[in-house]
């Protein structure tokens, strides 16, 4: 987040800025504390404007993915696979609340 900024807004600028995507940002979907590193990630339902996007200044490559063909061996950010998982069963549900959970260290330190 940058200064002066809320969270909502921070999540339409970093979409922006990591998958050149005009978003429109609806509710909070996911909060996750990962205290071993010092950080909690949050994650919010969005809708892209249109069809545009890319890999911005700070992305290797961004790809949309059919839910069935999500590549998850590939998904660098454990909080980002536990989202995707959410939005799968929620998807199903037809229901999307918000879930908010812990990612502790693998050796159980923090």
Known sequence: MENTETTDEAAARETLEEALADVTIGHLYTVIHVPHIDQVHMFYLAEMKDSNFGAGDESLET????????????????????????????????????????????????
């Open 63 to 110: 790809q949309l993915f059919e839910l069935d063909k999500i590549p998850w061996d590939e998904i660098s950010f454990p909080t980002v696979k536990r989202t995707l998982e959410h939005f799968i069963e929620d998807m199903e549900r037809d229901h999307f609340p918000l879930h908010v959970s812990n990612i502790r260290h693998p050796l159980g330190r923090g």
